[in-house]
């Protein structure tokens, strides 16, 4: 069983379903925590924009290329990849469809243009 802080945050995304991804305001700099729905697997944790490109958090990321994700009491930052290449959207979209059902995908994503990756070493 895992004992690092990543290990247990690794455990905990197995059995999630939503966490908490904070980022920094490319216009205040401040902090700004959101629930979002995420896809673990292999040790990367895959981000949807539910709005694509056009997302503020998404917005903000590129600005500022590093987020905090906080599962439970458990919150610790990364650097994130920002993926526009329509093959590996298309494959993030279909690791979501997967986990949470095409039929949510398609009633809260509005724009299927962009995906953020998260490697969780």
């Known amino acids: 069983m ?4 990543t290990g247990k945050l690794k455990e905990r995304l197995a059995r999630r379903k939503e966490i908490e991804l904070t980022v920094i ?10 629930p979002v729905w995420f896809v673990f697997e292999e040790g990367k944790l895959y981000l949807l924009p539910v709005e694509g490109s056009d997302t503020e958090w ?3 990321v590129l600005v500022h290329p590093k ?3 906080k599962v439970g009491d ?7 990849t920002v993926v526009t290449d329509a093959k590996i959207v298309q494959s993030v979209v279909e690791k979501f469809r997967r986990k949470y059902g095409a039929a949510d995908i398609k009633k809260y994503y509005s724009k ?3 995906a953020v990756i ?3 070493d």
Do not use: Q, S
């Open 112 to 114: 299927l243009d962009v």
């Open 118 to 120: 998260v490697a969780i």
């Open 25 to 34: 305001g490319r216009k205040t700099g401040r902090r700004i925590p959101r």
């Open 74 to 80: 458990i919150e610790e930052e990364f650097d994130v």
């Open 2 to 5: 895992a004992t690092t802080t």
């Open 58 to 60: 998404y917005k903000n």
């Open 67 to 69: 987020v905090w994700i």
